[in-house]
Protein backbone atom coordinates (compact mmCIF):
# COMPACT_ATOMS: atom_id res chain seq x y z
CA UNK A 1 0.00 0.00 0.00
CA UNK A 2 0.90 3.74 -0.12
CA UNK A 3 2.72 5.18 3.28
CA UNK A 4 0.60 7.31 5.50
CA UNK A 5 1.11 11.10 5.63
CA UNK A 6 2.34 12.70 8.44
CA UNK A 7 -0.37 14.59 10.70
CA UNK A 8 2.24 17.46 10.91
CA UNK A 9 1.44 17.81 7.22
CA UNK A 10 3.23 17.80 3.63
CA UNK A 11 6.66 19.39 2.69
CA UNK A 12 7.86 18.16 -0.41
CA UNK A 13 11.02 19.65 -2.73
CA UNK A 14 9.68 19.00 -6.45
CA UNK A 15 11.73 19.16 -9.49
CA UNK A 16 9.80 20.48 -11.80
CA UNK A 17 9.76 20.08 -15.49
CA UNK A 18 9.08 22.20 -18.05
CA UNK A 19 5.53 22.99 -19.34
CA UNK A 20 3.93 22.81 -16.07
CA UNK A 21 2.02 25.30 -13.92
CA UNK A 22 2.02 26.17 -10.41
CA UNK A 23 -1.84 26.21 -10.67
CA UNK A 24 -4.57 24.51 -9.14
CA UNK A 25 -6.61 25.34 -12.52
CA UNK A 26 -6.22 22.47 -14.81
CA UNK A 27 -7.20 24.40 -18.19
CA UNK A 28 -3.59 26.17 -17.83
CA UNK A 29 -2.01 22.77 -18.91
CA UNK A 30 -0.74 20.07 -16.80
CA UNK A 31 -0.36 20.64 -12.94
CA UNK A 32 2.93 20.43 -10.72
CA UNK A 33 0.15 18.79 -8.75
CA UNK A 34 -0.46 16.48 -11.03
CA UNK A 35 3.32 14.85 -10.02
CA UNK A 36 2.38 14.09 -6.68
CA UNK A 37 -0.14 11.77 -4.72
CA UNK A 38 -3.93 12.91 -5.61
CA UNK A 39 -4.88 12.76 -1.77
CA UNK A 40 -3.12 15.35 -1.39
CA UNK A 41 -4.98 17.68 -2.89
CA UNK A 42 -8.30 16.63 -0.50
CA UNK A 43 -6.31 17.33 2.77
CA UNK A 44 -7.90 20.24 4.75
CA UNK A 45 -6.26 22.57 3.69
CA UNK A 46 -4.93 21.03 0.33
CA UNK A 47 -1.24 21.60 -0.91
CA UNK A 48 0.07 24.52 -2.76
CA UNK A 49 3.47 25.68 -3.96
CA UNK A 50 5.49 27.67 -1.82
CA UNK A 51 6.15 30.48 -4.38
CA UNK A 52 6.06 29.65 -8.29
CA UNK A 53 7.80 28.83 -11.51
CA UNK A 54 6.69 30.28 -14.76
CA UNK A 55 5.49 27.10 -16.93
CA UNK A 56 8.81 27.51 -18.76
CA UNK A 57 11.30 27.01 -15.97
CA UNK A 58 12.54 24.00 -14.14
CA UNK A 59 13.50 23.26 -10.69
CA UNK A 60 13.17 23.24 -7.19
CA UNK A 61 9.89 24.21 -6.24
CA UNK A 62 8.43 23.70 -2.39
CA UNK A 63 5.26 21.99 -2.04
CA UNK A 64 3.58 22.05 1.37
CA UNK A 65 -0.16 21.98 3.27
CA UNK A 66 1.27 23.99 6.36
CA UNK A 67 0.39 27.69 5.59
CA UNK A 68 2.40 29.37 8.24
CA UNK A 69 5.94 27.70 5.89
CA UNK A 70 4.05 29.14 2.68
CA UNK A 71 3.85 32.76 4.42
CA UNK A 72 7.30 32.40 6.08
CA UNK A 73 9.48 31.65 3.09
CA UNK A 74 7.43 33.81 0.59
CA UNK A 75 7.35 37.20 2.82
CA UNK A 76 9.77 39.74 1.27
CA UNK A 77 10.65 40.53 4.97
CA UNK A 78 12.52 37.56 5.25
CA UNK A 79 14.43 37.50 2.17
CA UNK A 80 14.51 33.98 1.24
CA UNK A 81 17.40 33.19 -1.06
CA UNK A 82 16.60 31.70 -4.67
CA UNK A 83 19.92 30.55 -6.76
CA UNK A 84 18.70 30.08 -10.89
CA UNK A 85 20.94 28.95 -13.50
CA UNK A 86 20.08 30.99 -16.70
CA UNK A 87 21.00 30.85 -19.96
CA UNK A 88 20.46 34.02 -22.37
CA UNK A 89 20.46 34.97 -26.16
CA UNK A 90 23.52 36.44 -26.44
CA UNK A 91 26.72 36.83 -24.62
CA UNK A 92 26.58 38.11 -21.59
CA UNK A 93 28.65 41.63 -20.54
CA UNK A 94 30.61 41.61 -17.25
CA UNK A 95 28.61 45.05 -16.33
CA UNK A 96 25.47 43.00 -15.19
CA UNK A 97 26.98 41.96 -12.46
CA UNK A 98 27.37 45.61 -11.07
CA UNK A 99 24.14 46.08 -12.54
CA UNK A 100 22.58 43.84 -10.52
CA UNK A 101 24.51 44.39 -7.47
CA UNK A 102 23.18 47.84 -7.29
CA UNK A 103 20.37 47.28 -5.93
CA UNK A 104 19.07 50.66 -8.43
CA UNK A 105 17.72 48.37 -11.28
CA UNK A 106 13.65 48.91 -11.27
CA UNK A 107 11.61 47.02 -13.65
CA UNK A 108 8.48 49.12 -15.71
CA UNK A 109 5.83 49.19 -13.29
CA UNK A 110 7.50 48.45 -9.97
CA UNK A 111 7.52 51.12 -7.68
CA UNK A 112 10.91 50.52 -6.08
CA UNK A 113 14.05 49.10 -7.60
CA UNK A 114 14.91 45.14 -7.20
CA UNK A 115 16.89 44.56 -4.27
CA UNK A 116 20.57 43.82 -4.89
CA UNK A 117 21.13 40.11 -6.58
CA UNK A 118 24.37 37.90 -6.72
CA UNK A 119 25.31 37.58 -10.82
CA UNK A 120 27.77 34.95 -11.09
CA UNK A 121 28.87 34.52 -14.97
CA UNK A 122 29.60 30.90 -15.91
CA UNK A 123 30.26 30.97 -19.62
CA UNK A 124 29.45 32.89 -23.08
CA UNK A 125 25.89 32.78 -22.21
CA UNK A 126 25.43 31.44 -19.04
CA UNK A 127 25.10 32.51 -15.27
CA UNK A 128 23.87 31.76 -11.70
CA UNK A 129 21.57 34.63 -10.55
CA UNK A 130 20.85 35.11 -6.74
CA UNK A 131 17.62 36.65 -5.41
CA UNK A 132 16.31 37.07 -2.35
CA UNK A 133 12.58 38.63 -3.84
CA UNK A 134 10.63 37.26 -5.81
CA UNK A 135 9.08 39.95 -7.82
CA UNK A 136 6.48 38.19 -11.12
CA UNK A 137 8.72 37.22 -13.58
CA UNK A 138 12.08 38.65 -12.00
CA UNK A 139 14.22 37.26 -13.63
CA UNK A 140 13.35 37.21 -17.22
CA UNK A 141 12.73 41.15 -16.35
CA UNK A 142 16.15 41.85 -15.11
CA UNK A 143 17.86 40.43 -17.72
CA UNK A 144 15.07 41.67 -20.56
CA UNK A 145 15.82 45.49 -18.92
CA UNK A 146 19.32 45.06 -19.97
CA UNK A 147 18.76 43.69 -23.62
CA UNK A 148 19.15 39.94 -23.04
CA UNK A 149 16.56 37.23 -23.42
CA UNK A 150 15.95 34.11 -21.40
CA UNK A 151 16.25 31.29 -23.20
CA UNK A 152 16.59 28.98 -20.14
CA UNK A 153 15.44 29.28 -16.86
CA UNK A 154 16.39 26.78 -13.70
CA UNK A 155 15.96 27.18 -9.83
CA UNK A 156 18.56 25.14 -8.56
CA UNK A 157 17.65 26.13 -5.04
CA UNK A 158 15.17 27.55 -2.70
CA UNK A 159 15.88 28.72 0.65
CA UNK A 160 18.04 25.91 1.98
CA UNK A 161 16.28 23.33 -0.45
CA UNK A 162 18.50 22.25 -3.09
CA UNK A 163 17.59 19.80 -5.62
CA UNK A 164 20.87 17.70 -5.83
CA UNK A 165 20.11 14.78 -7.89
CA UNK A 166 16.46 14.68 -7.68
CA UNK A 167 15.19 13.85 -11.06
CA UNK A 168 13.00 15.66 -13.01
CA UNK A 169 9.62 15.36 -11.93
CA UNK A 170 9.95 13.49 -8.69
CA UNK A 171 9.51 14.89 -5.02
CA UNK A 172 11.55 14.39 -1.69
CA UNK A 173 10.14 14.72 0.96
CA UNK A 174 11.63 17.41 3.11
CA UNK A 175 12.56 17.35 6.98
CA UNK A 176 13.14 20.72 9.02
CA UNK A 177 15.18 20.82 11.79
CA UNK A 178 13.74 21.96 14.68
CA UNK A 179 14.33 25.52 16.37
Not at 27 to 37: I, S, T
Not at 102 to 117: F, N
Request: with cysteine; aromatic share 6%.
Amino acid sequence: GEPVDSPEGILVLLHKPVGYVCSHDAKEGPRVFDLVPKRWLKRNPPVTTVGRLDKDATGALVITDQGDLVHRWTSPKRHVTKLYEVTVDKDLDARLVSVFASGELRLDDEPKPCLPAKLEIVSARAAKLELTEGKYHQVKRMFASQGWLVTRLHRSRFGDFELGDLPVGQWQRILLATQ
